[in-house]
């Protein structure tokens, strides 16, 4: 009888705290601000340099670019950008060799597909992910 008592007692007093969880499709999670989520792609800003193919431990980036059609600008122009998700597991390796900071981090997570296929996203929706950007990168 006395172990139901202090049994009840403790649920009492636990009923009267402060709930810890979230109610989360209803309520979107504060992420911290060094939260590592899917990266944006700025086209505009690229130089076609390979540099986040060449450090990208999964292989997961593919980029590829061609010649400046003015033969007066030198340089490449972008042609495709695409990142496979079902493999990158981001590292924030990508960014921090980007030299004209193309490809930032975002606080997005929420990548839950049905299909594997999905997770391949390519040029435009990479510049199309302006959702939960970070505070540092918000123009």
């Not at 033969?71 to 495709?80: D, H, Y």
């Not at 390796?93 to 999905?118: G, Q």
């Not at 990479?126 to 950007?133: A, G, K, Q, V």
Request: aromatic share 8%.
């Amino acid at each position: 009888m006395r172990g139901l008592a202090k049994g009840l007692a403790y649920t009492l007093k636990n009923m009267t705290k402060e709930k810890v969880t979230y109610n989360y499709p209803d309520q979107p999670l504060e992420m911290p601000d060094r939260f590592r989520g899917i990266q944006k792609f700025y086209p505009e800003k690229c130089i076609v340099c390979n540099q986040c193919v060449a450090i990208c431990p999964t292989d997961c980036i593919s980029l590829t670019g061609k010649a400046h059609p003015d033969p007066n600008k030198k340089g490449k122009i972008i042609e495709t950008y695409d990142i496979n998700f079902e493999i990158c597991i981001l590292c924030d390796l990508c960014t921090e060799v980007c030299p004209t900071e193309a490809i930032i981090m975002t606080n997005n997570f929420e990548l839950a597909e049905f299909s594997r296929d999905e997770l391949f996203k390519n040029l435009e929706w990479l510049d199309e992910n302006d959702t939960n950007l970070r505070k540092e990168n918000k123009v």
